[in-house]
C-alpha cells in the first residue's frame, strides 16, 4: 500500500463482503460498492459518520471518497439501516 492512496471493494450481495474495511488514519480512502445480487434492500449505502450517500445500480460499482483524519470506527448501512458494515480508521 502506498501513502498517497488507499483503496477497497465491497461486495455487496445480501450483506457486504468484508463487513469490516480497516484504513490508515491521515490516507486519501475510497471505497468501491460492488451491488451484484438483487437480494435484499441494499440499493442505497449510506453513512452519516462518514458523510456520503449513493445510489447502487446491480452491477455498477459506485465509489465514494471517505474522510480519514479522524481514527475510529464508523458504520455505514442500507437505506432502513438494516444491513451494516464497518469502517475502522486506525
Ligand atoms: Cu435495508
Given at each position: 500500500m502506498t501513502n498517497t492512496q488507499q483503496k477497497q471493494t465491497i461486495t455487496v450481495a445480501?450483506?457486504?463482503?468484508?463487513a469490516v474495511v480497516t484504513l490508515k488514519q491521515g490516507v486519501p480512502a475510497q471505497l468501491t460498492f460492488d451491488?451484484?445480487?438483487?437480494?435484499?434492500?441494499?440499493?442505497v449505502v449510506q453513512s452519516t459518520d462518514l458523510k456520503f450517500t449513493s445510489d447502487l445500480p446491480l452491477n455498477q460499482p459506485q465509489t465514494v471518497t471517505i474522510p480519514t483524519d479522524t481514527a475510529g470506527e464508523f458504520t455505514y448501512s442500507c437505506g432502513m439501516d438494516m444491513f451494516q458494515g464497518k469502517v475502522v480508521i486506525k
Open positions: 445480501g450483506g457486504y463482503d468484508p451491488r451484484t445480487s438483487s437480494q435484499g434492500c441494499l440499493d
